[in-house]
């Protein structure tokens, strides 16, 4: 008898407890549903509804240094209460790309109301001359152009018809060595071999097809030691290995002219 009463006792709390839980479920239910039903007859409530709120509010803009942000805010054309859902992003980043200083851009929607766009501009390395017109290049020896060379007399004209894939690795060396690249003036592809560069001071330098940047900072050591880059000389050339010969010109010490 005890022990019929013992096996009983648990199965009936665990009965209760199971009811208590199906109770409360059912009780929420009922609520949200009502809830619900409340709220769709008295605010309409639908997605489109929803989807017709989220308005651009916010303009993050980031990756620019020439570009105006009101530029680019023009450019994007956003009219009041523009849907960020309804908004073309394709079209946007195609009118973006149209200022001069933009090389490619992109645009993310974060949601609800901010769009963030990124900006990646043009980095001009050199001006290329070919055919007797010049051309802005930037580092992956893409011609720029939207911008007129015209307007960078701070850069490097390169010259060559074979010369503009090679540009960026030229430049490259020439910014480990920035004494000796503040008095190149231009520099000319030779034979799809070789670069010649010459000097604001009309020196011409003949540099080797291999290890130009060893024969840079020869010349450093040298102008450095014996200041040769001042002395009158017309070509230094060192397209052979362990050896540099210079031709001299008539004239002892030469001024910093600038020569063609």
């Known amino acids: 008898?005890?022990?019929?009463?013992?096996?009983?006792?648990?199965?009936?709390?665990?009965?209760?407890?199971?009811?208590?839980?199906?109770s409360v479920l059912t009780l929420f239910s009922f609520i949200s549903y009502s809830l619900f039903n409340f709220y769709s007859k008295t605010k309409n409530y639908s997605l489109s509804n929803f989807i017709s709120h989220l308005v651009v509010e916010n303009v993050r803009i980031n990756g620019t240094v020439h570009t105006k942000g009101s530029d680019i805010i023009e450019k994007i054309g956003l009219s009041k209460n523009e849907s960020m859902w309804s908004l073309n992003i394709t079209e946007v980043v195609n009118r973006i790309n149209e200022l001069p200083w933009v090389k490619k851009s992109d645009i993310k929607k974060i949601y609800p109301s901010t769009l963030e766009i990124n900006i990646y501009e043009h980095?001009?390395?050199?001006?290329?001359?070919?055919?007797?017109?010049?051309?802005?290049?930037?580092d992956e020896s893409n011609i720029i152009e939207k911008l007129n060379p015209a307007d960078f007399n701070n850069l490097k004209v390169i010259a060559g018809h074979n010369a503009l894939s090679e540009i960026p690795n030229i430049m490259d060396i020439l910014q480990k060595f920035p004494y000796f690249q503040k008095k190149v003036k231009s520099i000319l592809r030779v034979g799809d071999r070789r670069w010649t560069v010459r000097l604001y001071n009309g020196i011409t330098i003949h540099l080797p097809e291999n290890k130009i940047a060893d024969s840079i900072r020869d010349l450093e050591y040298l102008d450095n030691e014996k200041l040769l880059l001042s002395r009158y000389i017309d070509v230094i050339d060192m397209r052979l290995?362990?050896?540099?010969?210079?031709?001299?010109?008539?004239?002892?010490?030469?001024?910093?002219?600038?020569?063609?």
């Open 1 to 22: 008898m005890n022990t019929t009463v013992k096996f009983f006792k648990p199965l009936i709390k665990f009965n209760l407890r199971i009811l208590a839980i199906l």
């Open 123 to 138: 980095n001009p390395i050199a001006i290329w001359f070919f055919d007797g017109k010049k051309y802005l290049v930037d």
């Open 241 to 260: 290995p362990d050896r540099i010969d210079i031709l001299p010109s008539q004239i002892g010490y030469r001024d910093n002219i600038n020569t063609i």
